[in-house]
């Protein structure tokens, strides 16, 4: 069976149960689950329906995408080798003595990790588990805002968090997204997490956007910025041709493929 062909049939039993496994398609097209998890992959990127951890869901029972967010876990499963790219790569932007804001996600988690055994940083973020995992870097300056903890992130978020930041200045913003859309510019599901990222926008020197090339072209429920307020933007090589051309072609935008 061809991929397109298998894909179609993947499809086909989505839609008419509303959902699927892995392992149960594993077993009905005769694939492994390896296959499957890309060819659902591909599916999602394509737009045909949503990823879950562990399956898929019809686009009917997963709801409109601008109002779609997935799990913390089910992120991290998603493009897995392109975050860890681009992670690299973004790390690499990174000078000793710098200050950073990270936003939350997965690819940011990564990140954080990538940047142990730079000197003397200074990191503020609003995410939980990246400030637990940077804890320990004894000549780090690091900063966890206040606010209340949204479960779907591990992002502190409110009132709390933005005024924590009122007095931060930082040379990099690394922001992760969920969509982005050359006319509906940045976006996120959650309105607060949206809000939070806009106030760490406005205190950064240069805003560096990471993230892997399924966010292109789609718009997530609450708008952070324009596009026009990226500086550099760090994806993978899986960006298609169109993205990237614009990109290079109508925006001052420095694009890094990886």
Do not use: C
Not at 56 to 62: D, K, Y
Not at 106 to 113: E, Q, V
């Amino acid at each position: 069976m061809f991929a397109e062909e298998r894909q179609n049939r993947i499809l086909e039993l989505v839609n008419r149960n509303g959902k699927a496994a892995v392992l149960e398609l594993s077993e009905t097209l005769g694939v492994s689950p390896v296959t499957i998890r890309r060819d659902l992959e591909r599916l999602e990127e394509e737009g045909h329906l949503y990823r879950t951890h562990g399956g898929a869901l019809s686009l009917e029972m997963g709801g409109r995408e601008t109002a779609h967010e997935r799990s913390f876990s089910e992120k991290e499963e998603a493009f897995a080798a392109e975050k860890m790219r681009i992670a690299e790569a973004a790390a690499a932007l990174v000078q000793d003595g710098d200050s950073l804001l990270l936003t939350p996600g997965t690819t940011n988690m990564l990140l954080a990790g990538r940047l142990k055994g730079k000197q003397a940083l200074s990191v503020v973020t609003n995410a939980a588990n990246i400030a637990s995992s940077v804890a320990g870097q004894t000549d780090w300056n690091v900063i966890l805002t206040g606010g209340k903890i949204r479960p779907q992130s591990y992002a502190l978020v409110g009132p709390l968090a933005e005024e924590s930041l009122e007095k931060i200045r930082a040379d990099k913003l690394f922001l992760g997204i969920d969509g982005l859309d050359f006319k509906n510019g940045l976006t996120t599901p959650s309105l607060e997490e949206a809000s939070v990222n806009r106030k760490m926008v406005s205190l950064a020197k240069q805003v560096i956007v990471v993230t892997d090339h399924s966010k292109f072209g789609k718009t997530a429920f609450s708008r952070i910025a324009e596009l026009s307020s990226v500086d550099i933007l760090v994806t993978d090589k899986g960006l298609a041709d169109e993205y990237a051309d614009f990109i290079r072609r109508e925006t001052d935008i420095r694009l890094i493929l990886v």
